[in-house]
């Protein structure tokens, strides 16, 4: 069973509009962590943005928020007031116990 | 600044002639991972290292191999490359394996066989 769902394989935003991207994830261990990445065309991933199990705010960094509700094990990435520079590809993971889990990533593409 | 570096970015090897990609860290990080990843898809992890401790992935081929002479370096070994080895392959460090403990990429290498 997949770990991390990440259902939109492409996404289109406007510049300057706000964005929401999807994740999913499945554990049954109640401690764990839950992460954003970018990538751009250069292959490096970027660490973005990280929610832990335990915490009871949503995590902000900048112009990145994440959307956690446990109840319904999801873990969304909002980006708002998207720039050219946002184009990208955004992986969702999950760190469970010693693993490491990717979902399959969604592309993002900001339009001027 | 504290970072991983892999070398080299780019990598052109011949269909079964063994290569090398190293991965090095300033970061003094316990453990140091390896990733394969292919057009469009996530990254796939090979196996990592903490400290000295090497852990293989069930699905890993054999073909793949992986050193860890200190704390800093971290090599992949591809003994005999086929075709469908070519990808991105990317290093990662992190300071434990605990929930909150994220990975820090490096810029990855990119490998082409031919």
């Known amino acids: 069973a997949q770990k991390i769902t990440q259902t939109q394989p492409g996404m289109f935003v406007q510049e300057k509009e706000a964005v929401t991207l999807d994740c999913t994830y499945d554990t049954s261990d109640p401690s764990y962590g839950l992460f954003w990445y970018k990538q751009p065309s250069s292959g490096e991933m970027i660490f973005l943005i990280y929610q832990g199990s335990y915490d009871q705010q949503n995590a902000t960094e900048g112009r990145y928020s994440l959307n956690f509700q446990k109840a319904r094990k999801s873990a969304n990435l909002v980006i708002s007031a998207s720039q050219l520079g946002d184009s990208a590809m955004y992986f969702c993971a999950m760190r469970d116990g010693n693993q490491f889990y990717f979902g399959t990533g969604t592309s993002l593409t900001v339009i001027p | 600044d504290a970072m991983v570096i892999q070398n080299p970015r780019y990598q052109v090897t011949q269909f079964g002639k063994p290569v090398t990609l190293s991965c090095s860290q300033t970061l003094n990080h316990n453990v140091m991972y390896w990733y394969q990843q292919k057009s469009s898809q996530a990254p796939k992890l090979l196996f990592h290292y903490y400290d000295k401790d090497f852990n293989n992935e069930a699905d890993t081929p054999d073909n793949f191999q992986s050193r860890r002479p200190n704390t800093s370096f971290c090599f992949l070994d591809i003994r005999s490359p086929g075709l469908g080895d070519a990808a991105m392959y990317l290093c990662?460090?992190?300071?434990?394996?605990?929930?909150?403990?994220?990975?820090?990429f490096g810029p990855g290498t990119r490998l082409t066989v031919t």
């Open positions: 990662a460090t992190s300071t434990r394996t605990g929930p909150r403990d994220e990975q820090y």
